[in-house]
């Protein structure tokens, strides 16, 4: 699959001291973080560290976009709920969402293939959820008569 931007994976980008140095400049024009729900808008017992991780990952984001905008590079983040891997615990929680399901894998690349591309060239600095509307509901209730 040929990446939207022209940029390779191993594009050099560094960050020295809270500013971005692109040694790939002219070709990197978004930069798109995966994150999660976790640590941003829920968090559970037991996943402190995993919480904090993923907070720093959005406030990178948050950051670096107003750094580099001027130069017309945008920077999201992707943060998806439970999505279905194959881990029977993302499935069961997944039945407890809104729309009774996990997400699937490739909704989750559609949203970064969309925020690669040109389309999507006035959105920076946005954590996008992808969870079903699970984070909007205060009650998640009892996923067992689900099953």
């Known amino acids: 699959m040929e990446r939207a931007n022209g940029s390779e994976p191993g594009d050099n980008i560094q960050l020295h001291q809270g500013s971005l140095a692109v040694h790939a400049a002219p ?5 798109v973080n995966l994150s999660s729900v976790t640590g941003n808008i829920v968090s559970d017992p ?4 995993n919480s904090a991780a ?3 990952v959005s406030g990178l984001t948050k950051a670096l976009a107003l750094e580099v905008a001027e130069s017309g590079i945008t920077v999201n983040a992707v ?6 891997t ?6 069961i929680a997944g039945l407890a969402s809104p729309m009774r399901r996990a997400g699937r894998p490739e909704e989750v690349a559609s949203l970064i293939l ?3 591309s040109d389309e999507a060239s006035y959105i920076t600095g946005k954590n996008l959820v992808v969870d079903g509307a ?5 009650y998640k209730g009892n996923t067992s008569d689900r099953l």
């Open 54 to 56: 993923k907070a720093a």
């Open 86 to 91: 194959g881990r029977q615990i993302n499935k």
């Open 27 to 31: 070709k990197i024009r978004e930069i």
């Open 114 to 116: 969309f925020l690669s």
């Open 79 to 84: 943060c998806p709920g439970w999505i279905d």
């Open 134 to 138: 699970n984070n909007l509901q205060e």
């Open 46 to 49: 037991g996943s402190t560290a």
